[in-house]
């Protein structure tokens, strides 16, 4: 049977907005996660590094998705704290037929409040991937604007990126590990403190704030999401949270302003975070046609060493234009700079050798 998700990222959109990015499921409302205060260190490599690594955080399950009408799809949390930072580990249970080795998985955070002429005042991303090719193994943005982010290291004055992450995959299991301040200083990123609760407060005066998870299918294009409440824990005393249930409860007209506007944020990250991979698909692409061009031309070089000469100087020429055009990476140009002028200066020492 052929999967379908939905995208609704609160009731109002399930009941109200039929959405046309169809591939995307969140929660129909947040779910509780309690921080537990950090008793055992944690090394961020994407895995469980030792048994009791996570036993003092208790795993919750958050709807992201669903395979089928019904048939929900989970991602598995467990979140713990300290004074400075948060740890978060997520799993998500994909079928090996479905891997790439470009997805990826994080949190965002819009905050205080949504204004319907402004939009977000303040909003924090931060991801983590299970290969460092495209932008690294984390990425820390800022400055949602209903079309994109942008990266806190490219902002004026830059800031910098405080997320620690690494993804891996073990065949039955995504795994991302990731570490941020809870208050970086950067004037970027969120500020979190402990005692608090994070996330949209239905009926919570003045709490109108979003906290949402991802998951982040490259190969398929799909983009899963949910919605939580995250309380930090204190390291003396941390605060029961009750489930919040917003089911039997009436939706005033602030209600509804809020839960559509997030979902609305939500329609418009889908469609950034789906933008950004192609445009890294594509340039994956040129990537690996200049790769095998240039191997391809060197191959020759005993044979006809002037003529490959003259190739790899024309190679060299496309790659620096596709660069100055911003269809390669830098990282890339870089790669296949080297490996041109590594393969040239083999084929100079040919036309040496054979010059009379």
């Known amino acids: 049977m052929k999967r379908r998700f939905f995208l609704s990222f609160s009731l109002f959109c399930i009941i109200l907005i039929p959405m046309t990015f169809s591939r995307v499921q969140a929660n129909q409302q947040p779910t509780s996660i309690l ?39 989970t991602m598995r949390i467990w979140a713990k704290n300290d004074k400075k930072d948060l740890y978060l580990l997520y799993r998500v249970v994909y079928d090996i037929s479905l891997y790439d080795d ?84 950067d004037g970027y990123d969120w500020t979190l403190e402990p005692g608090e609760t994070y996330g949209w407060h239905e009926g919570t005066p003045g709490k109108s704030d979003s906290l949402i998870v991802y998951f982040f299918d490259e190969s398929k294009e799909f983009v899963f999401t949910g919605d939580i409440l995250l309380t930090i824990a204190q390291q003396e005393k941390t605060r029961p949270l009750s489930q919040v249930s917003i089911g039997d409860l009436p939706l005033s007209m602030e209600m509804i302003t809020g839960v559509l506007t997030i979902g609305a944020a939500g329609v418009g990250i889908a469609g950034w975070m789906t933008r950004t991979r192609r445009a890294h698909k594509r340039k994956k692409i040129l990537f690996e046609r200049f790769m095998a061009e240039i191997d391809n031309a060197y191959s020759d070089f005993k044979m006809n060493a002037r003529r490959v000469e003259a190739d790899l100087h024309s190679l060299n020429n496309e790659v620096l234009d596709e660069f100055k055009q911003g269809t390669l990476d830098e990282g890339h140009y870089n790669v296949l700079n080297e490996r041109i002028d590594d393969y040239m200066n083999e084929v100079k020492e040919q036309i040496e050798k054979e010059k009379p």
Not at 45 to 72: C, H, L, N, R
Not at 136 to 144: I, N
């Open 35 to 73: 921080s537990a205060w950090l008793k055992n260190p944690v090394t961020i490599d994407g895995k469980f590094t030792s048994t009791d690594e996570w036993e003092e955080a208790t795993p919750v399950d958050v709807k992201i998705g669903e395979y089928d009408p019904g048939v929900d799809f």
């Open 102 to 185: 470009a997805d990826d998985a994080g949190i965002s955070y819009f905050w205080p409040e949504y204004n319907l002429v402004t939009g977000w005042e303040n909003n924090d991303a931060s991801f983590c991937s299970v290969n460092p090719a495209y932008e690294g193994w984390t990425r820390d943005y800022y400055g949602w604007d209903e079309t994109r982010f942008y990266k806190d290291v490219e902002a004026v004055p830059p800031g910098e990126n405080n997320v620690e992450g690494r993804g891996t995959y073990d065949g039955n299991y995504y795994w991302f590990e990731m570490k941020k301040p809870l208050d970086s200083g």
